[in-house]
Each structure stands twice: as structure tokens, then as C-alpha cells.
């Protein structure tokens, strides 16, 4: 499973929390309560992109990417200038393989912030590696990495690409670098031994796994491949 799946599942929605009421799904009575109220409240306010992005949060939380997208895209259409739901507009859509991605990755990539250009740069890495180009996903994500170099994530999806290509080494350099950034990332640890398995470093493997699990007991990964070095 690719990082981006497991950014979807864990950590993709901060943003959303930040920028509208500050609190967690799981703070309120059920999700679909929520959902809900949300849609009531839109239907009053339809020019409140708070309250769109809410919206699409909710909807998001439900598993319905589809209509998550459609509202960021109308919260945008009314104000353009939001950098972080441009930003996770371009994720759900590189995430389903649409090529509406790479319009959103390449306006995102002229931001005058770096981060938000490589963050562009990562959407176009993150749409190339989903539809199995991992070449061009690599240069993608080398565009990410020089554009601004303490991006993390652009790392880990480029040893991931690596390591789909056979470049095992090379994604062992990747990996060590976003380690130096982020030594509690507990995906970089997983790849490593993932890296480690493949070059018959059963022993590393299997401490590496060990690690993701120290830092994120439920990491499914980790799970089910130190178990088959058990076997």
C-alpha cells in the first residue's frame, strides 16, 4: 500500500479540522450526524466555504471521495486562493487517477511559497505513481525534494517508487534522508524493511517492522509482513 492510502486513512484531514470548527469527528455524537447537519446548514449558507469545507470533510469521513470532491472543488470556485483545499482537492483526485490532478498540481507548482510548489510537484508524483509510472513519479517527486528539500513526504513516495523499479538502494538513500527529517515516521521504517527483506536482510527486516510498530501499533503493513518472516 502506497503512502498515500495510508495518509488517506490517518492523516490527510488536518487541515479540515484547523480550518473549520478545531474539532475531531469523533468528538461529535456519529458522523453521520454531522454529515447531516452540515448539509442542513448548506443548504441555508451555500456561499460558505467553512461550511463546504466541513461539508467535504464529513463526507470524506463517510468514504464518499466523490462528493468530498465535488464540494472542495465548489469551495474553491468561490474562492480560489485556499492553498490547503487546492491542496487536498489535487491529493483525492490524484488518488482516484484522474487526470484533473495535473491541473491542480501545475498552477499549485508557480505558488510563490515554496512549500505549496512542492507540495504541486508531489500531487503530479503521487498521480504517475498511482497509474504505475514510476519513472515519471520519481522526477516528479525529485522536483518536490529541490523545490523545498525538508519535504518528507516527497522522500518516502519517491523510495516507494524506487523500490517498485528494483532501485533498492536508492530508495534505502531516500528513505534515510526522510529518516534525518523525521526519525518517528513510522512508514519510512516500514519501507526500509521492506528494502532490507528484499535484499535477504531477514534479521533487519524484521527490527524495522518491529520499529513501525512501536510507533503505530496498527500499521497493517507491518503487521502482516513481519508475521510472513515468522512463517
Not at 465535488?70 to 491529493?91: A, C, D, H, T
Not at 518516502?156 to 517498485?164: D, P, Q
Request: a negative charge; charged letters at 25%.
Amino acid at each position: 500500500m502506497r503512502f498515500l492510502f495510508h495518509l488517506l486513512g490517518i492523516g490527510l484531514l488536518s487541515f479540515f479540522y484547523a480550518s473549520c470548527d478545531g474539532k475531531k469527528g469523533n468528538e461529535s455524537p456519529s458522523k453521520n450526524k454531522a454529515a447531516d447537519s452540515s448539509l442542513l446548514l448548506l443548504e441555508k449558507y451555500p456561499d460558505s466555504v467553512e461550511l463546504i469545507n466541513q461539508t467535504a470533510l464529513n463526507a470524506l469521513q463517510l468514504g464518499d471521495t466523490g462528493k468530498s470532491i465535488q464540494l472542495l472543488s465548489q469551495s474553491l470556485g468561490i474562492n480560489l486562493k485556499q492553498p490547503e483545499v487546492e491542496n487536498q482537492l489535487g491529493f483525492l483526485l490524484a488518488a482516484i487517477k484522474s487526470e484533473q490532478a495535473l491541473l491542480i498540481a501545475t498552477r499549485m507548482t508557480h505558488s510563490e511559497k515554496a512549500l505549496d510548489a512542492a507540495k504541486g510537484h508531489y500531487i503530479k508524483g503521487l498521480f504517475y505513481a498511482n497509474t504505475g509510472n514510476d519513472k515519471e513519479a520519481i522526477k516528479s517527486f525529485d522536483s518536490s525534494i529541490i523545490t523545498n528539500f525538508t519535504f518528507t513526504d516527497a522522500y518516502i513516495e519517491k523510495a516507494i517508487s524506487l523500490y517498485h523499479s528494483g532501485e533498492i538502494i536508492k530508495a534505502i538513500d531516500a528513505l534515510s534522508k526522510a529518516m534525518d527529517l523525521d526519525s518517528k515516521n513510522p512508514d519510512v521504517y516500514y519501507w526500509l524493511g521492506l528494502c532490507l527483506e528484499e535484499k535477504k536482510e531477514f534479521e533487519k527486516a524484521a527490527a524495522y517492522y518491529q520499529e513501525t510498530l512501536r510507533l503505530a501499533p496498527d500499521h497493517q503493513g507491518a503487521i502482516s509482513s513481519l508475521n510472513n518472516l515468522k512463517k
